[in-house]
């Protein structure tokens, strides 16, 4: 079973609104990561969030962690078209036989109309 | 530019033929992950070399083997291929072991389609 799950799988909206993915995961990490994919592409790292964080910003990015929840939301503010990709959460567990591996969820691909 | 750099960008084999995937990671990063990405579903850990030593494997079977050299760059060979091995095929770089906070960076990975 995936350790981490992007809700929604899809999502479309126009030009200049927000766009919010969440992650849920299932047991205690080390820290959280969303990466960008265009179509075929490799990923592109956007942000790492540690677990003794509850939000960072990077730009129009905003990742905010609630570890008692087990949760993560990423939101892409004033979208535009070229955000169209999908986006991935990976989570890396605390430690143990686990370390240095990340565990990602099916995605959420993200459609912008211009 | 993530700095982690994949050869081939393509590449068609034949069932029961053997792959040889190459990577070449960013600059001071000693630690190189493999990862398979089916069409339509996440990354999957293959394994990790650290320093040249296999550091944690996946639930991949043992024709899934690997190398890391000593300038940190690796290989991942495929024996014995299989329809089910067609993927991308991504490689990825860390300063340390990536699970205690250093950030992971990943190429452009290898399509790979076993007919």
């Known amino acids: 079973s995936q350790q981490g799950e992007e809700d929604p799988q899809a999502l479309s909206i126009q030009e200049g609104e927000n766009a919010t993915m969440n992650c849920s995961y299932k047991?205690?990490?080390?820290?959280l990561q969303w990466y960008r994919q265009n179509s075929g592409r490799g990923l592109v790292h956007l942000i790492l969030?540690?677990?003794?964080?509850r939000e960072k910003h990077s730009g129009r990015l905003r990742v905010t962690l609630d570890t008692s929840k087990k949760s993560s939301s990423l939101l892409i503010t004033a979208s535009r078209a070229a955000d169209t990709a999908s986006y991935f959460c990976a989570t890396a567990l605390l430690g143990g036989s686990t370390l240095g591996r990340l565990y990602f969820g099916r995605g959420t691909q993200l459609t912008v109309w211009p | 530019e993530t700095g982690v750099t994949q050869s081939p960008t393509h590449l068609i084999k034949t069932r029961g033929q053997q792959v040889t995937l190459r990577c070449s990671s960013q600059?001071?990063?000693?630690?190189v992950s493999w990862y398979q990405q089916a069409l339509g579903q996440g990354p999957q850990f293959i394994f990790q070399y650290y320093r040249e030593e296999e550091n944690g494997r996946g639930n991949f079977p043992p024709r899934f083997s690997g190398l890391q050299f000593p300038n940190y760059s690796s290989e991942l060979n495929v024996n014995a291929l299989e329809l089910d091995d067609s993927a991308l095929y991504l490689c990825a770089s860390s300063r340390g072991r990536g699970g205690d906070g250093n950030t992971i960076y990943f190429g452009e990975g290898s399509w790979l389609t076993v007919v």
């Open positions: 600059s001071g990063h000693n630690t």
């Open positions: 047991t205690s990490i080390n820290n």
């Open positions: 969030i540690r677990s003794n964080e």
